[in-house]
């Protein structure tokens, strides 16, 4: 396996990490309006402050795995084109084209 293709499969599973946790971030939202059906209580205040806050640190999560996985491909990018250019430049060093 070379470079781009452990580039590629590291942006891939950032973000099937990423879809993960959006899923988990739906689950949190559903017992939270499960939460909100069920009581209307202090008790029920507390819960619904714990899963908004887990909710919260899910987001976060989800935005640095997908800032991450943008960040390697963007890097990769950057890589190639730097291997592409010093390609060239040895082969005109080297009167490769002539």
Do not use: C
């Not at 017992?31 to 069920?38: D, M, S, W, Y």
């Not at 209580?41 to 402050?49: K, M, Q, S």
């Amino acid at each position: 396996m070379n470079t781009e293709e452990r580039t590629r499969q590291r942006e891939q599973e950032l973000l099937m990490y990423a879809q993960q946790l959006r899923e988990a971030k739906q689950q949190a939202e559903q017992l939270k309006a499960g939460v909100r059906q069920a009581w209307n209580a202090p008790e029920t205040a507390y819960i619904l402050e714990a899963v908004e806050k887990a909710a919260a640190e899910l987001t976060r999560e989800i935005e640095s795995m997908e800032t991450l996985a943008a960040h390697i491909s963007e890097k990769a990018a950057q890589q190639r084109v730097q291997a592409e250019l010093l390609q060239t430049d040895l082969l005109l060093a080297d009167d490769g084209l002539f």
